[in-house]
């Protein structure tokens, strides 16, 4: 089992700057894929960014240039930095992470409780 902690939304004006951070604790697995996902209002889930083990990047179109996702393997952390941030990047964000089980071997998807973060115009 495989807990994510999340931390760092909050209010912030429009232009202004959040640091998101992810912390994953548990006893034997590995993450693979970790990352952060958002859901506006009446809208549908969508993922932010996410990297891999290895550090590759992806990231969505609507937030490329003005996010940064990166990731502290020793301290199984990810963060994402939120530049430039716009009124539409309101929502509630949610880190995820791809794990498997040391023991078992098995494949899980794990998710925060989410941390609301809210752009003013």
């Known amino acids: 089992q495989v807990q994510l902690v999340e931390s760092g939304g909050g209010l912030v004006q429009a232009g202004g700057s959040l640091r998101l951070s992810c912390a994953a604790s548990g006893s034997s697995f590995s993450i693979n894929v970790i990352g952060w996902y958002r859901q506006a209002p009446g809208k549908q889930r969508e993922v932010v960014a996410l990297?891999?083990?290895?550090?590759?990047?992806n990231y969505a179109d609507s937030v490329k240039g003005r996010f940064t996702i990166s990731r502290d393997n020793a301290k199984n952390t990810v963060y994402l930095q939120m530049n430039s941030l716009k009124p539409e990047d309101t929502a509630v964000y949610y880190c995820?992470?791809?794990?498997?089980?040391?023991?078992?071997?098995?494949?899980?998807?794990?998710w925060g409780q989410g941390t609301q973060v809210t752009v003013s115009s």
């Open positions: 995820n992470a791809a794990a498997v089980n040391l023991a078992t071997m098995g494949a899980y998807d794990y």
């Open positions: 990297i891999s083990s290895g550090g590759s990047t």
